[in-house]
Structures are given as C-alpha cells and as structure tokens.
C-alpha cells in the first residue's frame, strides 16, 4: 500500500519519538492491517524501560490490538481485506524437533519475531502480521466485542488458557497475587469455569474493586502487620501434613496459587501458602536476575505441581469474551490518542488508579464506554 503513516519508534530504552514513515510492505504469507484499538502491557514497560525480549532498536512497540486488514499477500487465501481481529505474530522454524512433531508453539524461534519485540508492533497505524494463518495468528472479532474490548482479548488470553492449564476443580479455593489485567483474566476465566473461591491479593485497593467486579469471592490488601498468607488462614483454614515443623511451616488450606505480581518475594509465598500437592503458576514477566528466597522444605514437604504460566489461548479468550464470561470495560481506566503514548505508558505505570490502558489509534474509530479515571 501506498503512503505513510504516523508510528512512535523506540529508539534506546527510555527513548521513543514519533515519525512518519512509508506504511510497510508485505510479503507473499503476510498481512497488512489498520490498527483500530491497542493497549498497553505490563511487559510493554518493561521492554520500553530496559529493553526486555527487545530485537533491535529502533523498534514499535504493542502487540495488543484490534485491526481491519487492509492488504493481503499473494499466498493468503482465507484472510479476507476488511477482517476485523485480534492476533499475533508467530513464526515457527519448521526445522526443530518441536516444529517437526507440530508442537510449533515450544518453537524456540516461536517468539522470536514476536509482535513489539522482534518485529514492529502497534503502536502505529498500519501493522504486519507475518506468515498469517487464520486462527492461529489471526482471530476474527465477533461483532459483540468492540473495537476497545478487541485490543483486551490478548492479555485476557491468559487467564482463558490458564485455567484449563491448572484443571481447576469445583470446591478449590485459590488465591491470585496480583489484580492487574492478567489476574483479573484468571480471576474470570476459573469463576467461568468452575464452582470454586478466589481470593485475590493486591496493594491497590482500587485494584481490588475492579476484582469484585471480575468476580473475586475475597479480596486481600496485606501490610506489614497483616500479611496475606494470616487472611488466607482467616478464610480457608490451615492445611495440616505430615513431617512439617512447627507452625511455621503450617499452609494455608489453598489448592492453587497464581503469582501474577512480577516480585519473586510472592513466587516463594506461592510455594508457602499451598496445600500439600497443591499447585503453582507464576504468570509474569521477571528480570533474568531477580531471585526468589525459597524455602526447599516447602518443596520437600509438599511437592507442589508447577503449572507452566506462558499457556494463553487467543481462541478461548475471543470466545468467553463474546460469551459475556470475559468482562474488560470495567479494567480499562485510560484511553490515550496515539500522539499521548508517552502519557499512556505514564498512566499504566501508575498502578493506584490505572488497570489496563488503552490507546486509540485510529482517530476516525468510535469511541465507547471505559471506567475513566485521571
Ligand atoms: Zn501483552
Ligand atoms: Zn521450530
């Protein structure tokens, strides 16, 4: 396609300006797309700040969206100009054993060129998606999800493949760490599923009205002199088992425990507060030298099952989404027009009064409906 568009570029952590640029070509597999909606992820900071997963600078950073495609390349049968979807850049290597016995998503090339990591992401107004596949890389939108709600269903994703991932059971109780967007989608996917108690544990008490409203049965705000693990006592009871020593070493009657946070303080709590042969999942993204002070005996004693976290399903989200069991309108805080990106990354950082963060970018789009705060 002819002509240019406006995208921020990142140029070196911290640093980003917005340009005008030719809108990309694509290539034979490829697709090209207007992006309508996107939002701003936990690991968007991350990779703006420090230049997490980051491929090269410079670089467009955003992976959640909705777009229409605008263009399709020559080998695209089945993606139609006009879709409107929600997806992600996926390129496996077709070569290593993972590819070869089509478990393509352990492809250690999988993410390689993911979306704002290795290839330019959405925070621009046309986007390529490469090697295209419908229903693997790209998602048709359902009428009923908006535009808003679309560029939601990415980070909703994994709360939808995680709670098939833990095979939650009717009567677990379970405990979140952690309110932002991904717990909240965990919060909603395991209420959807099962017949079970969640318990979420967050600072932000701000944080934790949007829980109640994502279905939580308990919400937690610890502090020095209360930490999570006594209310989690308060509610559900200790779990005995045998060999322990001493109180302290007494868990929580918790089956799973879903560390959401990022602080590798909480990944050991998880560890301390389940039951004997309770499960794990750590769901966020941690530096390479951050260290969790584990104790071994709550290994030994209990030998909790880790559940792998990197396990969202697009599909499943876009489907509970359209279903009414996925609800974002109440997470999303803040809406910013792509020229406020850098306000966008601000507010998303500033966790008291914000959940998800979005940016509209295209500037002809509806606007909807958003728990707006300042
Ligand atoms: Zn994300
Ligand atoms: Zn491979």
């Not at 994703?157 to 059971?169: H, R, S, T, Y």
Request: hydrophobic share 35%; glycine share 10%.
């Amino acid at each position: 396609m002819e002509g240019t568009m406006r995208a921020w570029y990142v140029t070196e952590p911290g640093k980003m300006e917005m340009r005008e640029v030719p809108i990309p070509q694509i290539g034979p597999k490829d697709i090209l797309f207007k992006v309508s909606y996107a939002a701003v992820c936990g690991s968007d900071l991350h990779a703006f700040d420090y230049g997490m997963a980051i491929q090269h600078y410079p670089i467009i950073l955003g992976h959640e969206f909705t777009g229409y495609v605008v263009e399709v390349g020559s080998e695209v049968k089945d993606i139609p100009v006009g879709l409107r979807f929600m997806g992600t850049n996926i390129q496996w290597c077709g070569e290593c054993d993972d590819c070869k016995s089509g478990n393509v998503f352990n492809c250690p090339d999988v993410t390689k060129n993911g979306l704002g990591f290795g290839v330019d992401g959405v925070f621009a107004e046309y986007c390529v998606l490469h090697n295209a596949m419908l229903n693997i890389s790209v998602y048709p939108l359902p009428d009923n999800i908006n535009d808003m709600e679309g560029a939601t269903c990415e980070p909703m994703c994994v709360g939808a493949g995680l709670a098939d991932a833990l095979d939650v059971q009717d009567g677990d109780h379970v405990v979140v760490y952690g309110a932002g967007i991904i717990g909240q989608s965990i919060v909603q996917a395991i209420k959807a599923r099962n017949k079970c108690e969640v318990a979420i544990v967050n600072r932000s008490t701000f944080r934790l009205e949007l829980a109640k409203e994502s279905g939580a049965d308990y919400v937690i705000s610890p502090t020095a002199d209360k930490p999570a693990i006594d209310s989690l006592r308060e509610i559900w009871g200790t779990a005995e088992y045998p060999y322990h020593y001493g109180k302290d070493s007494e868990a929580c009657n918790v089956d799973i425990a879903v560390e959401c946070t990022g602080n590798p303080g909480i990944a050991a709590e998880c560890f301390h507060v389940v039951r004997k042969g309770g499960k794990i999942s750590l769901v966020a993204s941690y530096t390479d030298d951050a260290r969790a002070p584990l104790a071994p005996a709550d290994i030994y004693f209990k030998g909790p099952k880790l559940v792998d976290g990197l396990c969202g399903n697009f599909g499943k989200s876009v489907q509970l989404m359209s279903e009414g069991k996925f609800k974002t309108t109440h997470l999303i805080t803040q809406v910013f027009p792509l020229e406020q990106l850098p306000e966008a990354i601000a507010a998303a950082k500033k966790t008291k009064n914000s959940c998800k963060v979005c940016v509209k970018v295209d500037p002809t789009a509806p606007d909807y409906p958003y728990n707006k705060q300042d």
